[in-house]
Structure formats: C-alpha cells, structure tokens
Nanobody, 123 residues
Framework: QVQLVESGGGLVQAGDSLRLSCAASGGTFSRYVMGWFRQSPGKEREFAAA????????YYGDSVKGRFTVSRDNAKNMVYLQMNSLKPEDTATYYCAAGGTYTGLRSGDGNYWGQGTQVTVSS
C-alpha cells in the first residue's frame, strides 16, 4: 500500500555525520509506525530506530543510542535518520520500513520496505 524510497547514503569517515531520508507515497503515512533497519553482509538484520505515528516517541537499538536520531514530517510524508559520530561498524545497507504497530515493525511482520541505501564508514 505504501512505497518507500531511501536516499542520503554515501561514503564518510569515522566521526562524520550523515542524514538519511525516506520518502513515502501511497497509503496514509501518518498511520504507520516508521523505522530504520540495517544489514551488512554476513550479519542479520538489525533494528536501528523507530518513531511513532505522530513522532512523539522514538525507539533506538542499543548500538545507536545517543548517536542516531529518528524524526518524521507527516506533512511531507518523510522520515529521517540523523546519524552522528559514525563508526566503521555502522557500515551497512539501511532500510526504511513502515509497520502498523511498533511490535509488528520490530518483528518485520507485515512491514513495507524500501530498497535500501548504502552507508559506508571508513576508519
């Protein structure tokens, strides 16, 4: 029902910042809990961040707490992931996801997914 397109990935140095964007179309954006996941070769998909429908509550994986900030602009159907103090271990393909509930989003059940954007952090 909703299509998601990520952008903003790139190659940066450790300690740098990067802002990812996810544009949503179709469906009713404000009805979705939005989130970000990441995956690198040979590793399982990892939860990075999520944000409630109105943007009031944010959730973060332990590995990114204090460094990443998720936000959304429902008027523009956009969700963002501000990544600061990047580390080489943050290197991954980052995926935007939309889910009906936070629990569902975390589990991946019923999520809509973007195509992913690559983030590479050099040491």
């Amino acid at each position: 029902q909703v299509q998601l397109v990520e952008s903003g990935g790139g190659l940066v140095q450790a300690g740098d910042s990067l802002r990812l964007s996810c544009a949503a179309s179709g469906g009713t954006f404000s009805r979705y809990v939005m989130g970000w996941f990441r995956q690198s070769p040979g590793k399982e998909r990892e939860f990075a961040a999520a944000i409630s429908t109105m943007g009031i509550t944010q959730y973060y994986g332990d590995s990114v707490k204090g460094r990443f900030t998720v936000s959304r602009d429902n008027a523009k159907n956009m969700v963002y992931l501000q990544m600061n103090s990047l580390k080489p271990e943050d290197t991954a393909t980052y995926y935007c996801a939309a889910g009906g509930t936070y629990t569902g989003l975390r589990s991946g059940d019923g999520n809509y997914w973007g195509q992913g954007t690559q983030v590479t952090v050099s040491s």
